[in-house]
Nanobody, 123 residues
Framework: QVQVVESGGGLVQPGGSLRLSCTAS????????VGWFRQAPGKEREGVAYITRTGTSAAYSPSLPGRFTISRDNVKKAVYLQMNSLEPEDTAMYYCAARIGSMSTKQYDYDIWGQGTQVTVSS
């Protein structure tokens, strides 16, 4: 059974940075395309960033230009989300999701979800 686990969330001041990590087990890591999603209180879950199996290509939500960077290390079997210049509006539960196959920007294409890691941006 394929599982993904997120880590790295926490409390950060506005303007600060965090790096989230997503690790997977139960499948060859390089067969998994991965996406990061987030859900703020009272809002629907939305996509943040996505990365291909090899890490050679990525895509981002158009509402988050330049502040977040997704990357992966297939040797360490991890996908990262580097978040810079964080704003209170970035406060949310952040989820890692994976799918076997090519990258997708569609939430419904992902069938392996983690439990989430909380990110809170507040002074």
């Amino acid at each position: 059974q394929v599982q993904v686990v997120e880590s790295g969330g926490g409390l950060v001041q506005p303007g600060g940075s965090l790096r989230l990590s997503c690790t997977a087990s139960g499948a060859r890591f390089d067969t998994l395309s991965v996406g990061w999603f987030r859900q703020a209180p009272g809002k629907e879950r939305e996509g943040v960033a996505y990365i291909t199996r090899t890490g050679t290509s990525a895509a981002y939500s158009p509402s988050l230009p330049g502040r977040f960077t997704i990357s992966r290390d297939n040797v360490k079997k991890a996908v990262y989300l580097q978040m810079n210049s964080l704003e209170p509006e970035d406060t949310a539960m952040y989820y890692c999701a994976a799918r076997i196959g090519s990258m997708s920007t569609k939430q419904y294409d992902y069938d392996i979800w983690g439990q989430g890691t909380q990110v809170t941006v507040s002074s």
